[in-house]
């Protein structure tokens, strides 16, 4: 996973690639031994020299084990450079429809603008504030309380089964649907000084 500072993104991104497939380790090492400004230059210049260029040059595109990169907060990255957003979102576009076995992930804010609408043939787009967390809250909140009964952490009223099927569903209404706030409650009660009394405060 790589939180990203641009000038060092693509040579990060290819040390990454090359612990993992060693053709292209080979390749890049080789091209750097002739030129060993590869990793200079702008964004768009180090995605061509230092991946790009290194696959063009194998004898095939494909990895020889599926490699999968998390590009995460694309939209956090410090670069001042102009296009940088979309000099990554670019890169990753064309090394994906050259590698067989790559796989790209990027997470952003939705106010980066990177041309999804143009690309929609060629990626997957998931938008956050389409999708429902509600059956996932529901599943992490009974594995949690599920957890901690049977640690004791906390100590259900009659029927467990009962009891934890109720305090779910009453955690999952005050969530609203947001993963991190019964994710951050839940830690919160288990880590407590009284758990049983602080899950009684927040289900009132």
């Not at 956090?76 to 064309?94: P, T």
Request: contains cysteine; negative net charge; aromatic residues 8%.
């Amino acid at each position: 996973m790589l939180h990203a500072v641009f000038w060092s993104f693509f040579p990060t991104l290819a040390h990454k690639i090359a612990s993992s497939y060693k053709p292209y380790a080979s390749k890049l090492v080789e091209m750097l031994k002739a030129d060993s400004s590869l990793a200079l230059g702008d964004i768009g210049q180090q995605a061509q020299k230092l991946l790009i260029s290194p696959f063009e040059g194998l004898p095939t595109g494909r990895l020889g084990v599926p490699i999968v990169i998390i590009i995460d907060a694309l939209d956090e990255c410090d670069g001042k450079e102009n296009g940088a957003h979309q000099a990554i979102f670019n890169a990753a576009l064309k090394l994906c429809a050259s590698i067989q076995g790559l796989k790209i992930f990027i997470t952003s804010r939705p106010d980066v603008n990177i041309g999804l609408e143009a690309r929609e043939g060629q990626v997957a787009h998931i938008k956050l504030e389409d999708y429902g967390a509600h059956e996932d809250i529901i599943l992490y909140s009974r594995t949690r309380l599920n957890g901690m009964v049977s640690q004791d952490v906390l100590h259900s009223e009659g029927d467990s089964d009962a009891w934890i099927g109720l305090t779910v569903d009453k955690l999952s209404k005050q969530a609203d649907g947001l993963f991190i706030w019964i994710s951050t409650a839940l830690d919160y009660i288990s880590h407590s000084l009284d758990p049983d009394g602080e899950l009684g405060m927040l289900v009132e």
